[in-house]
Structure formats: C-alpha cells, structure tokens
C-alpha cells in the first residue's frame, strides 16, 4: 500500500510517499521563513500556494518512478491531509490541493490531525504500544494519552504552544523566525537564570515566564543566562508534567513529538527522568518531529486500512481540530 501525504498546517509545504510494505517514507519539504518578525498567516498562505504544487510535482514524479511494473499508473492507494489544527488559509491550501489530487488519481481521501500525527509517528517507529506523548511544537504542548477510543488531553498549555513563547521572546531580540535552535546554541553558553516556573495541576504556562525573560535582558542579564534559565524552566515544566502522564496513567512508555522535540535539552530531561522511573523513551529522528508530511502519510496509511476515510463533500479544514475530537480507529490487532 502506497499513500501520499500533504502537509501544510503552518510553515512547511510538504508531501511525502509512504510505502507501507517497505515502511520507507520519502519527504519533500520547502519550508516558509519569514524576512522578519514571525509567521504571518497571509505571508504563509502565499507561500503556501507557491510551494505545495512544487512539492506535490516532485512527490508524484517519486512515485511515477517507483511505481509497481505489474500495476498501472502511480501506485497510490489514498491521498491523506492536514486538516487541522493550524491557519486558515493554509489549512485550505492544503485542503485544495489534497482533494484535487485524490478525484484526479480516483483513490480515496484520509483527513489526518496533525497533533495525533505528531504522537502517531513516534509511535509507529518507536514499537511502544500505548505510550503517553508529549507534543512539544510551535504552536502546541500538551500530554496526551489513550482511552477508551480517543487520545485523551491530560495536560496542555494555558496561553501558547512552547514553540512560540521561545519565538516571542526571540523577536523581542530582534532575532529571526525561528527562535528555538538560537536559544539552544546561546544557552551552552549562559548560565541558569532564574525565572517563574508556572504548573498548575497538569497544565502549564508560558506566558508570564516569556515577560520575565524579555524583562531580564532589558535589565542587563546577559542574554546566554536567560537563554538557559529559560530552557532549564520551561523543559523541568513539561519533564515534571510528562512524568505525572506516566505516573497517573500507570505506562511506562513515552514518545515525543514537535519541533521543539529537536532541542537536545529537552531530549536529555526527558531520557533521563524516563530512566530513573524505568520507563522507556522515544524521540523520532529530526524530519519527523518537525512539521512533515511524512507523519501525515504514516498516520493516513494506518486510518486508510482501518477503512477511515472521507467524502470530499465532508473534508472541510478545521483550524482548531483537537486531538481528543478524533476517534481513534485504527489501534488494533491488524495494525502495521
Ligand atoms: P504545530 O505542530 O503545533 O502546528 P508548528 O507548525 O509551529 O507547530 P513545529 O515544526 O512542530 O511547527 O515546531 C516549530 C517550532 O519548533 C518553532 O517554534 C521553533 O522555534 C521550534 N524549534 C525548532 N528547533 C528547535 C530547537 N532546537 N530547540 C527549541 N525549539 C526549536
């Protein structure tokens, strides 16, 4: 079986191949990087419509080339797609774009969310069976766990995903988009600053500690100590939180998943209160916690055989589509 894959939620234009019986999955990725300032919905839109037909092109010539020889045309079972959470106007691209090319090839459409995508592919490489997630992305944070049928929001963020308060904080100094990987290479450098530590219950927030943070630069803390004393705050916040998941849901497996998931610092916390509790960690190779088609066409291939799959009638884009809206169809016994 042989899915494509379309992603576009927020910054990256991307579409992948999944091959199931191989498990290889191919990713082509142009991401959207902004001359200042943020991500600008409109600006990302633009790009949006500029770079996934590219994307798509470079994709389907992949699978022309790959294509079985006893079967006719691409070899392409479904098409799946980002329906949500992300902008608007990207999210609609995408849409587009997915619909187009699923009535052109006559295969069937898979509306895939993008957060269970960012937990299924760590747990599709990872072999866990039912681990807690932590999805650690720009726009997101939040635990999530399985019950009964739905991933269920254990703890998320209050106010912004964790991403985007380390990018606010960034802009402030004048920084370009994105922010993350600076903070992390100028914290080696710095020393522990501190800063509020804000968990409340299972939930969590970034905000106040973003205004302190911005506040001590301006009052003449070097900035390589606020980076560290942010990063040091921040991923203790989502460690403690990650361990009471495992604690209150009584698994012993984790997996990670977001951009901010590359920070080594994070890993590092989270590996090492995994192994002091014997519980099991996974973080998925970089171009898999990033936003990627690739997670998209996994997680698309595994509801295309649980039979999940949607009329185009009914494939409208949902910028705030939670995880927990989604039912869960394709754990089980046949799974791949
Ligand atoms: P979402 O999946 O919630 O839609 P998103 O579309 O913003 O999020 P992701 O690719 O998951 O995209 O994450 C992008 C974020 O990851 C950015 O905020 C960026 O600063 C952050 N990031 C990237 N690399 C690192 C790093 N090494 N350390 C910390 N943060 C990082």
Redesign the pocket.
Known sequence: MRIVGIEG????ASAALYDAETDDVVIESDPYEPDSGG?HPREAAEHMGAAIPEVVSTILDHAAATASEYGDGLDIDAVAFSRG??LGPCLRIVGTAARALAQTLSVPLVGVN??VA?LEIGRHRSGFESPVCL?A????AHLLGYHDGRYRILGETMDT????A??KFTRHLDWS?????K??KRAKEGKYHDLPYVVKGMDFSFSGIMSAAKDAVDDGVPVEDVCAGLQETIFAMLTEVAERALSLTGTDELVLG???G???R?REMLASMCEQRGAEFYAPEPRF???NAGMIAVLGAKMFRAGDTIEVSESSVDPNFRPDEVAVTWRGSDES
């Open positions: 939620t927020a910054w990256a991500i959470p992300g993008h957060m960012h999805n992305s720009g726009a997101n995903g964790v991403g985007n380390i990018d988009h994105p922010g993350g990987p903070v992390e977001g951009g901010v590359q920070n080594e994070l916690l990033r936003d």
